[in-house]
């Protein structure tokens, strides 16, 4: 079997599930973002800044992408490509050829982002980040169209399709693996005998308000309220409404900005629970991370993580700040039960999300679009 992966602009997961993939297949062809779609990329962001223009830059670098990965497919069985790739032509030589067409899609459907953001954006006065009929966007939302089979990366993403008239029959759920030198390392600092004088709580990724900013503060000020000793670490771009952060300046939270990933570890072995209370997320990489270090996870369904609540976490609703200072507090006060937590989320992180069991699975998916 001869596969033509197409990343598009970026690598999000793809540099760590390549080498996996090219075990569980014959021949795994790369097609990458060249020099020019890349850089039309970074343009668009520019643009953005300065006037509207931006959505429609990118869009178009997308579809140079996709126009590039053409030359590639000669003597192909399945184009795997990433959502808003399958631009320029490239879906459609795919199926000129008579090859099945496997579109990998990593976010919720981006009318349950809108449904799920649009009372906030209001609120804090700020654009919607995602919206289906913009930009690359309408590229993405094409391709998953075309698909003979959707793959995304949680149930969530599946449900959110399905709930909008996807046929269940085409989808298909894989959840991303983690990298192994993240796996034990909050734990390995506990066994040591080393704890913090205060509990440090982390959240790590893009401070926004699609990432729950606003309640994660929010639950700070709940705590600091109720005198809770506890610090907040936020580590990663600070894009939440600059209003937003000057309502809550005085609370104990320090903001790092953003890390090599490297670094990264230090942080989430050096916290005591990690923090994830996305409205609209995929299946979110950083808390993998926090899982497979060990470390208790207190997020939403909407983070897309695979937590087992009151085993190797506690999920919480969208949007409730009280909810995640309750259990913020709980996990504080008892931390027997944060350790069986986190001992549990690594174990569980060892057995069933690992890279290579991402690769079994895509092969399962590969295998069954060529029967």
Not at 189 to 216: I, M, Q
């Amino acid at each position: 079997m001869k596969v033509l992966l197409s990343i598009g602009v970026g690598s999000i997961h793809f540099d760590s599930a390549i080498p996996y993939l090219e075990r569980v297949v014959d021949e795994l062809v790369i097609a990458r973002a060249g020099i020019i779609s890349c850089f039309t990329s970074r343009m668009a962001t520019f643009v953005g800044k300065l006037c509207n223009g931006g959505d429609n830059v990118r869009q178009m670098a997308w579809s140079m992408c996709g126009s590039a990965s053409i030359r590639l497919l000669d003597g192909v069985n399945i184009l795997h490509v990433r959502s808003g790739a399958g631009r320029g032509g490239a879906i459609r030589a795919a199926r000129a050829r008579g090859m099945k067409v496997l579109v990998d899609h990593s976010a919720l459907h981006p009318d349950q982002c809108e449904a799920n953001l649009k009372d906030d954006c209001k609120r804090w006065n700020v654009p919607l980040p995602i919206a289906s009929h913009r930009g690359v966007w309408k590229n993405v939302m094409k391709d998953c169209a075309e698909a003979d089979i959707l793959m995304v990366n949680a149930n969530h993403i599946r449900d959110s399709f399905v709930e909008r008239g996807y046929d269940p029959k085409k989808v298909r759920v894989v959840y991303l693996g983690v990298r192994d030198d993240f796996r034990d390392v909050t734990i390995r600092r506990l066994e040591s005998g080393e704890k913090n004088d205060v509990p440090r709580v982390l959240f790590t990724g893009n401070f926004s308000l699609l990432k729950g900013a606003e309640y994660l503060l929010e639950s700070l000020r709940i705590l600091n309220e109720r005198g809770v000793k506890v610090h907040y670490d936020v580590v990663g771009a600070i894009n939440a409404p600059k209003a937003l952060m000057a309502k809550y300046r005085d609370l104990p939270v320090s903001f790092y900005g953003h890390v090599p990933q490297n670094n990264l570890k230090r942080f989430i072995a050096n916290s005591d629970i990690y923090l994830f209370p996305s409205l609209a997320d995929g299946c979110a990489q950083s808390g993998m991370e926090a899982l497979a270090a060990g470390l208790p996870v207190v997020a939403t369904y909407q983070s897309g993580l695979p937590i087992r609540d009151g085993e190797t976490g506690c999920v919480v609703p969208m949007k409730d700040a009280a909810a995640i200072a309750e259990k913020i507090e709980w996990l504080i006060s008892c931390p027997d039960e944060r350790e069986r937590f986190g001992k549990k989320a690594s174990q569980t992180m060892k057995e069933c999300y690992g890279w290579m069991r991402y690769a079994e699975g895509v092969k399962k998916v590969y295998a069954e679009m060529s029967e």
